[in-house]
C-alpha cells in the first residue's frame, strides 16, 4: 500500500513503546503551579493578579498584550504567593504568576459552555478560542486565533489535522485520538465553519493503525472530513510537509500555508476548541508523554499547566539512573533543560530523561562530502554551506543559501556522519539575519 509523504526527510526509531499502549492518567495535583506569562509565539502576557489575591480555576491570571498573544489562566485555585521573573523551558527568566493550591480545586464562575457549532458565527468562535488561550499544542504554540484570521485576499479552502506525531518517543497525540476522537472532530468542524473551509484531512502516520481506525470510524458519516494515511517518516508533522503530503500543494520559500489556501492544526488543538466551546474552560492542562531510559515508569500524563517538572518526575517513580540529559518536548526539536524547577506549560508535548550514555554527544570530524544532509533535507537546502558560512561569519552568503528557509527539523544533523553541528550552525545564522533585518527595518 502507498502511503502520503513528501520528499526528503530520515527514518530515526520511533522508540514509541514504552507509552503507546498506555492510557492516559490524571496526573497528581501540584501544590504549587508557576504561571509564565510567555508560553506561545508572540506578544507576553501582563499579569492581572496581584501577591495575595485568591484565584479560582480557570480565571485569567494574564491578558494579552498584542494581536498574535493569548491570555493565560489559573489550573488551580488558591492564594497568588508571587509575580516574579522565574526561569522557564526557554532557558530566559520569563514573568510568571505563583499560585499555591488549596486543594479545592474551585472553577471560577466565569466558566460556562458556549454554546455549539450551530449557533456560533465565525467571529464568535474565533473570540472564544482567543479567550481561551488556545495556542498550537504540537509544540509550536502559535496562537490558534491567528490563524483563523487571514488577511483579506487569502481564502482558506482546506484544513488539515495533524495527528502525525512524528517526533520519536511521543505518544501523547497517539493517544487523544484513541481515546477522544470525538472531541477532535467536534473541535475540527468548529475550525472549519470559523474560516468556511469545504474539505478537511486528519494525517495520521501508518504506524498507528488503531488512531487511524478509531479516527476513521469518528468521521465515518463527515462526507467533507477524510482521514489520510502518511509514511511514517520525520519530519512528517512539519506543516509545509504535511500540506504537500496530503494536498500535493507546495507553500512558496518565504510563504505560508494561507498563501495555498490551507491552514493546518494539531489534533490535541482541536480536542481543546471543542473542550472550550462545549464548557467553557480555557487552555489550563494538557497531555504530556514522559519517556526515556533514565525515568523509572515512562507514562502519558493530563498535566495541569503551571506543573513544576520535578512533580512529573516523581509521579513517575524518579530516576531509573542519573539523567545525562532532560528535554522538554521531543528530542529532534525540543529544548534541553538547565534543571527540573521549570513549569510545564502549553506546548509541553513531551519530558524526556535520556541517561548519560545516551546523552553523550559523538565526536566531530572532516566532512567526507556524502551529501547526506541534502538528500534529507525536505525543504531543498545545502545545509553544510549554510553551517559553514555561519561558522565563517558569512551571514550575507548564507542568507542566499536560504537559511531563513530552514524549518529546523535536525534531519541533517542527525544523518551527518561527521556529527558536524549542522541545525546548531544554521540556527545561528538564523538568529544573526533575523536581527539585521530588525535593525534596517527600524
Known amino acids: 500500500m502507498k502511503f502520503l509523504t513528501f520528499k526528503g526527510g530520515t527514518h530515526p526509531p520511533t522508540y514509541k513503546e514504552p507509552t503507546a499502549n498506555l492510557s492516559v492518567e490524571k496526573a497528581i495535583d501540584p501544590s504549587v503551579v508557576v504561571i509564565p506569562m510567555q508560553q506561545h509565539i508572540g506578544a507576553p502576557c501582563e499579569p492581572i493578579v496581584k501577591v495575595g489575591d485568591y484565584v479560582k480555576v480557570g480565571q485569567k491570571v494574564g491578558e494579552a498584550k498584542g494581536f498574535v498573544s493569548v491570555p493565560v489562566h489559573a489550573s488551580v485555585s488558591g492564594e497568588v504567593k508571587a509575580v516574579q521573573m522565574m526561569l522557564s523551558a526557554s532557558g530566559t527568566e520569563v514573568l510568571s504568576v505563583v499560585i499555591e493550591s488549596d486543594g479545592r480545586n474551585e472553577i471560577d464562575p466565569s466558566i460556562s459552555p458556549k454554546g455549539d457549532i450551530g449557533s456560533l458565527d465565525p467571529k464568535e468562535i474565533i473570540e472564544i478560542i482567543k479567550e481561551g488561550g488556545i495556542v498550537g499544542m504540537g509544540g509550536a504554540t502559535f496562537p490558534t486565533h491567528v490563524k483563523l484570521s487571514p488577511p483579506p485576499g487569502k481564502k482558506l479552502d482546506t484544513i488539515i489535522l495533524n495527528g502525525a506525531e512524528c517526533e520519536p518517543y511521543l505518544t501523547a497525540d497517539h493517544r487523544i485520538m484513541l481515546e477522544s476522537p470525538d472531541e477532535i472532530v467536534y473541535g475540527l468542524k468548529v475550525i472549519m465553519k470559523a474560516v468556511q473551509a469545504e474539505k478537511a484531512y486528519i494525517g495520521i502516520e501508518n504506524n498507528k493503525p488503531d488512531a487511524i481506525e478509531a479516527m476513521k470510524k469518528a468521521v465515518a458519516n463527515e462526507k467533507d472530513i477524510e482521514v489520510v494515511s502518511l509514511e511514517t517518516k520525520y519530519p512528517q508533522g512539519a506543516e509545509k510537509q504535511l500540506i504537500t503530503a496530503c494536498t500535493q500543494r507546495v507553500v512558496p520559500s518565504g510563504g505560508l500555508p494561507m498563501d495555498v489556501g490551507v491552514l493546518v492544526n494539531n489534533v490535541a488543538t482541536a480536542a481543546q476548541i471543542a473542550k472550550t466551546i462545549k464548557t467553557g474552560m480555557p487552555l489550563i492542562e494538557r497531555i504530556t508523554t514522559v519517556s526515556g531510559k533514565a525515568i523509572k515508569t515512562p507514562k502519558n500524563l493530563l498535566i495541569k499547566v503551571g506543573t513544576p517538572m520535578k512533580d512529573i518526575i516523581e509521579q513517575c517513580g524518579g530516576y531509573s539512573e542519573k539523567p545525562g540529559k532532560i528535554i522538554m518536548g521531543g528530542p ?76 529546523e527539523c535536525g534531519s541533517c544533523s542527525y544523518v551527518c556522519p561527521a556529527k558536524i553541528p549542522l541545525l546548531q550552525n544554521i540556527r545561528v545564522a538564523k538568529r544573526s539575519i533575523a536581527d539585521k533585518k530588525r535593525k534596517q527595518a527600524k
Open 332 to 407: 529532534m526539536m525540543g529544548m534541553a533543560q538547565q534543571g527540573v524547577e521549570v513549569p510545564l506549560t502549553k506546548g509541553s508535548s513531551g519530558v524526556l530523561l535520556f541517561t548519560e550514555q545516551q546523552a553523550k554527544f559523538p565526536e566531530r570530524s572532516n566532512c567526507i562530502r556524502c551529501a547526506k544532509c541534502v538528500s534529507v533535507c525536505p525543504v531543498y537546502l545545502q545545509p553544510l554551506f549554510i553551517s559553514k558560512y555561519s561558522e565563517n561569519d558569512a551571514m550575507d552568503h548564507a542568507e542566499k543559501y536560504r537559511a531563513l528557509d530552514c524549518i
